[in-house]
């Protein structure tokens, strides 16, 4: 079984940085491309970031210039500057996850965690 889990959301003004974690832990034994998601009320879930095995990342975007996505071993990073309120939503982790060798990857996700910008 396989398990994600993010940190570091909050409560930040506008203008600020916040850095998310996600850690994934349980039966890996690979990891292809890694990301994070965010869904704001309302709205439909949207792509924010991904990040390859080989370290190729991609972007929204509204995003560009003012996040930056990281992976080491089990875990993936957002590093969000420049926050706008527009960027109020609650973040989620997703992974590409192989439990065992001859197995295929399947799809993980987190169970989210909220980030809240003040204007």
């Known amino acids: 079984q396989v398990q994600l889990v993010e940190s570091g959301g909050g409560l930040v003004q506008a203008g600020g940085s916040l850095r998310l974690s996600c850690a994934a832990s349980g039966s890996i034994f690979s990891i292809a491309a890694m990301g994070w998601y965010r869904q704001a009320p309302g709205k439909q879930r949207e792509l924010v970031a991904t990040i390859s095995s080989g370290g190729s990342t991609n972007y929204v975007d509204s995003v560009k210039g003012r996040f930056t996505i990281s992976r080491a071993k089990n875990m993936v990073y957002l590093q969000m500057d420049s926050l706008k309120a527009e960027d109020t939503a609650v973040y989620y982790c997703?992974?590409?996850?192989?439990?065992?060798?001859?197995?295929?990857?399947?799809?993980?996700w987190g169970q989210g965690t909220q980030v809240t910008v003040s204007s």
């Open positions: 997703n992974a590409a996850i192989q439990s065992s060798e001859l197995g295929y990857a399947s799809y993980y």
